[in-house]
């Protein structure tokens, strides 16, 4: 592989690669010149998920109307939740996370260009990462994995939620309507193959930064970024709370329905936030956990050698102030040399042993908190809102 092989090699698991599939979608126009184009992609994936369901739906009279027991379809959250914001975010993840991992396995791979031998082994790990998504059973196996869950929940039962716009009017009736079926069929399946693609994706650079951590990288525990020059791959790793966002979208429209429709209250879910805030975090930034003991290892280091510096550097200065001798006094070289490794022993000692700042866990906590924002005006009228952010300022 070249120099540049590494970054654009990785990007194509984050990106729909040339193929049979591009040269059908070229047809359609949503590629051009062999590229996807996303604004395109994510309309298409709107009349493929969304505008079915209200045609049917209006056809059967569950859109809007007497004829649903509970909700009907336009005035259901979780549909606009999936296919008006879940979906067109997976979609655009692929090339925002694609291009942020590319670009931090290039770094990455600079680190180790000293080494022959690291350089090698990333690429191989690289090129066997590659393989592992290109492998022709992978979107098999996915699309197996997706109908195996929709068969799933029918035969649980769980399929179509009965008094819904989901299920045939009448009461009790547990038949999915036409909408329904579509939903259980198409716009679902669809959103579960996008889910799975990118869990996938994620187990894959999962084991590509495993095989990273093996190789010989360059770690400084001097370096200003505060995580051993390793911080690219925190602010890398960012990239996945878009898949955050794309499930608490989810989850805050499921909310929606239960504050909204079944006189549930918001302050209850509380605790579930917390939860979900907190693993939120862990599938962030988890893989970065193989290279704690690389930085642990280089921080103690770092700390003996300066500390036997300073301490040797110390007792030179000491020894020269006993010296009852004003005419020689101590010189700038000596005191900023001390100061110096202060500084550095200072630097050392604060590095952290995950290459995660503050600024990154805040991207991903704002990316699982965020659907809650519309939440509070469902619960609460506007001017209530308006009027405690107004007491809290005044």
Wanted: with cysteine; proline share 5%; aromatic share 10%.
């Amino acid at each position: 592989m070249s120099g540049s092989e590494p970054s654009s090699g990785v990007e194509e698991l984050f990106h729909l690669r040339r193929g049979r599939m591009s040269r059908v979608a070229e047809h359609f126009g949503v590629v051009r010149n062999g590229k996807w184009i996303v604004w395109r992609m994510i309309v298409g994936s709107v009349l493929i998920t969304w505008v079915p369901l209200v045609l049917l739906a209006m056809i059967q009279g569950v859109a809007w109307g007497p004829r649903v027991d509970t909700t009907p379809l336009l005035k259901d959250f979780l549909p606009y939740g999936r296919y008006f914001l879940a979906v067109p975010i997976l979609i655009a993840a692929e090339w925002i996370v694609g291009r942020r991992l590319g670009l931090a396995l290039a770094e990455l791979r600079r680190t180790a260009s000293v080494d022959k031998d690291a350089s090698a082994k990333i690429d191989a790990a690289v090129g066997r990462a590659l393989v592992l998504w290109r492998g022709p059973y992978v979107m098999a196996f996915l699309v197996t994995a997706v109908y195996g869950m929709t068969l799933a929940t029918v035969f649980a039962g769980t399929g179509v939620a009965a008094g819904t716009w989901e299920s045939t009017p009448g009461a009790g009736s547990s038949a999915p309507s036409l909408a329904g079926l579509w939903q259980l069929v198409v716009s679902a399946p669809l959103l579960r193959l996008l889910t799975f693609r990118w869990l996938w994706r994620w187990l894959i650079w999962a084991w590509v930064l495993w095989r990273t951590a093996h190789v010989s990288i360059r770690v400084s525990p001097m370096h200003p970024d505060g995580a051993g020059g390793l911080g690219f791959l925190g602010s890398a790793q960012t990239g996945f709370a878009t898949l955050v966002l794309a499930v608490s979208v989810q989850v805050g429209s499921l909310v929606a329905n239960t504050v909204e429709y079944r006189g549930a209250q918001l302050a209850n879910y509380q605790g579930q936030a917390v939860l979900f805030v907190i693993l939120s975090l862990v599938f962030v930034f988890a893989p970065l956990l193989v290279f704690t003991a690389r930085l642990a290892l280089a921080k103690w280091e770092a700390e003996s050698s300066l500390s036997g510096w300073a301490s040797r550097a110390e007792r030179s200065m000491e020894q020269g102030l006993r010296e009852d001798d004003t005419a020689k006094p101590l010189s700038e070289s000596s005191i900023s040399s001390l100061c110096d490794y202060g500084t550095l022993f200072t630097q050392a000692r604060q590095m952290r042993l995950i290459p995660v700042s503050n600024r990154d866990l805040a991207v991903v906590v704002a990316a699982a908190l965020l659907p809650a924002v519309p939440l509070l005006f469902v619960a609460m009228p506007a001017t209530e809102i308006l009027q405690k952010i107004l007491s809290a300022l005044i």
